[in-house]
C-alpha cells in the first residue's frame, strides 16, 4: 500500500493580495511561503518519499524544489497539477468578481455554464486531469509514496472523488497553504489518511 500525497504550494503573492490570478506567471511565493515550504519538506523527510511531481506554475515549482532540497529528489514537472485556467477573471481581484458575478466559486462547484462561457476550466475537467496523474503515479510508483504539489482545487478535485461532498462543502473547505493532504491506495481504491496536515506550530498562526 502507498500513498499519493498532495501539497498545495506555499503562500504566494497572489494570496495576500486576494487575486485570481490562475495562471499569469510570476506570482513568487512570499518569505511566509517560502518558510511554510521547508517546514512540509522537513515533515515529508520521515515519509520515504520516492518521487515528487509538480505543477509548472512558480508557485508550486518553487515550494516541489525545496521539498526536493530536503529529500534529495528531482522535481518531475507535470501539466495536469497546473492551476485552474481561470479565463476572463484572471488578474481580477476576489471582491470585483463576487460584486460583478456573485459567488462564482459555487457556481464553479456547481458546474454552472456561466463558468464556460467565461473561459474558465470546468470542475469535471480538472477532476479528469487530477485523476489522470493519480493513475500515472499508481501504475509507475506502485507501493510508493508520491508527493503531488499543485494548488487547492486540484486537491478539492481528488477529495471529491472519495467524499460526497456538497457545492457548498467544497467552497468552504480551505486547504492551507503548504500543507499535506494524504490519500492510500490500496488495489486502486483510496482512503483519506491526512487533510491539512502541517507542523503543529502552524495551527496558531493565519493559514
Do not use: C
Not at 506570482?27 to 517560502?34: A, D, F, R, S, W
Not at 464556460?116 to 510508493?144: C, M, W, Y
Amino acid at each position: 500500500m502507498g500513498s499519493v500525497i498532495f501539497l498545495r504550494h506555499g503562500q504566494a503573492k497572489n494570496n495576500i493580495e486576494r487575486i485570481l490570478t490562475g495562471r499569469t506567471p510570476g506570482v513568487p511565493l512570499t518569505e511566509k511561503g517560502i518558510e511554510q515550504a521547508e517546514k512540509a519538506a522537513k515533515f515529508l523527510e520521515h515519509m520515504n518519499i520516492s518521487a515528487i511531481y509538480s505543477s509548472p506554475i512558480e508557485r508550486a515549482k518553487h515550494t516541489a524544489e525545496i521539498v526536493g532540497k530536503h529529500n534529495s529528489l528531482d522535481v518531475i514537472i507535470d501539466d495536469r497539477l497546473i492551476e485552474l485556467d481561470m479565463g476572463k477573471f484572471t488578474g481580477v481581484p476576489y471582491d470585483e468578481i463576487f460584486s460583478s458575478h456573485g459567488n462564482v466559486f459555487m457556481k464553479f462547484y456547481n458546474g454552472e455554464l456561466e463558468i464556460a462561457h467565461n473561459g474558465v476550466e470546468t470542475f469535471s475537467e480538472v477532476k479528469k486531469r487530477v485523476l489522470g496523474i493519480v493513475d500515472h503515479v499508481v501504475e509507475n510508483h506502485p507501493d510508493q509514496n508520491v508527493v503531488l504539489v499543485t494548488h487547492m482545487d486540484p486537491i478539492k478535485a481528488m477529495l471529491s472523488t472519495i467524499v460526497d461532498l456538497t457545492p457548498e462543502n467544497l467552497f468552504e473547505l480551505i486547504i492551507a497553504n503548504a500543507s499535506l493532504n494524504i490519500f492510500r491506495e490500496h488495489k486502486r481504491k483510496f482512503s483519506i489518511s491526512g487533510l491539512n496536515v502541517m507542523d503543529p506550530s502552524r495551527f496558531n498562526q493565519d493559514w
